[in-house]
Nanobody, 115 residues
């Protein structure tokens, strides 16, 4: 079993920055990828950013150039640095970890960007 603890959400004005963190614990010997997804009210959950074991990353089109994902393997933690935030970035952000072939989800952290 894998436990995920997210932190760093909150309220920020447009143009501001936030950093999300997600720490994984438990049976985490086979983590292949870590990432962030988000879901706004009325919308489907969408990819924000993902980083795989080799360090390759991919981003959702709407956040490219503004968000940066990184990973601290020693701490089993993934970070999402979000800059130049826009009101349309408002959503619940979920941490996602692929451990072997199993996907785990965090409970989510709310990010609200005011205009």
């Amino acid at each position: 079993q894998v436990q995920l603890v997210e932190s760093g959400g909150g309220l920020v004005q447009a143009g501001g920055s936030l950093r999300l963190s997600c720490a994984a614990s438990g049976s985490i010997f086979g983590i292949n990828a870590m990432g962030w997804y988000r879901q706004a009210p009325g919308n489907q959950r969408e990819l924000v950013a993902r980083i795989i074991s080799g360090g390759n990353t991919n981003y959702g089109d709407s956040v490219k150039g503004r968000f940066t994902i990184s990973r601290d393997n020693a701490k089993n933690t993934v970070y999402l640095q979000m800059n130049s935030l826009k009101p349309e970035d408002t959503a619940v952000y979920y941490c996602n970890v692929q451990n072997y072939d199993i996907l785990y989800w965090g409970k989510g952290t709310l990010v609200t960007v005011s205009s």
